[in-house]
T-cell receptor
Framework: SQKIEQNSEALNIQEGKTATLTCNYT??????LQWYRQDPGRGPVFLLL?????KEKRKERLKVTFDTTLKQSLFHITASQPADSATYLC?????????????FGSGTRLSIRP | EAGVAQSPRYKIIEKRQSVAFWCNPI?????LYWYQQILGQGPKLLIQ????????DSQLPKDRFSAERLKGVDSTLKIQPAKLEDSAVYLC???????????FGQGTRLTVV
């Protein structure tokens, strides 16, 4: 069966450290993989997109890697801050057209303590 | 650009009652999704529209849920009759191009008592 799995436990790290979140998938061949941030009571907000032929993408303190052999994406937040505390969702897009689904993982709750 | 608008923001109903949610996507976005998000879980796709046609509704409980997208713009999602397990946040998202982001509304939090 098709699955998207993220860190099952909440992640609690010290301010200033690098947070690393994991997204593993099975029985998908995604064309794109996206990461979203979701705050309590709000809808998800897009952070980064990476294509199947890309290994790494960066945006300010954020970095995403994509390994299609391992079927895994890692999401890193460097120099983490308490304001980074939120739930982070990975999402797979199986196809290249705008008629593709966007399929979400279960999310990882990240807490950054001062 | 204006974001995705959803209403109502909150709704409390008794089981077996009906309820409807409304979504106005970003102008020009052909693809519209409705997701159900139960507390502590990721969003689960219920139905996907491309303009005013349904692309995927495989996870929509069709005995009680229905959705439409008139004229390829606004969309409504209806539940009739509601069950306790329908308590969740219902998110609407719209999408323009496949290599770009999807935009989400704030969601409607439904509580069925």
């Amino acid at each position: 069966s098709q699955k998207i799995e993220q860190n099952s436990e909440a992640l609690n790290i010290q301010e200033g450290k690098t947070a690393t979140l994991t997204c593993n998938y099975t029985n998908y061949s995604p064309a794109y993989l996206q990461w979203y941030r979701q705050d309590p009571g709000r809808g998800p907000v897009f952070l980064l997109l990476i294509r199947e032929n890309e290994k790494e993408k960066r945006k300010e303190r954020l970095k995403v890697t994509f390994d299609t052999t391992l079927k895994q994406s890692l999401f890193h937040i460097t120099a983490s801050q308490p304001a980074d505390s939120a739930t982070y969702l990975c999402a797979l897009i199986p196809g290249y057209s705008s008629a593709s689904k966007i399929i979400f993982g279960s999310g990882t709750r990240l807490s950054i303590r001062p | 650009e204006a974001g995705v608008a959803q209403s109502p923001r909150y709704k409390i109903i008794e089981k077996r009652q009906s309820v409807a949610f409304w979504c106005n996507p970003i102008s020009g976005h052909a693809t519209l999704y409705w997701y159900q998000q139960i507390l502590g879980q990721g969003p689960k796709l219920l139905i996907q529209f491309q303009n005013n046609g349904v692309v995927d509704d495989s996870q929509l409980p069709k005995d009680r849920f229905s959705a439409e997208r008139l004229k390829g713009v606004d969309s409504t999602l209806k539940i009739q009759p509601a069950k306790l397990e329908d308590s969740a946040v219902y998110l609407c998202a719209s999408w323009g191009q496949p290599n770009t982001e999807a935009f989400f509304g704030q969601g409607t939090r439904l509580t069925v008592v």
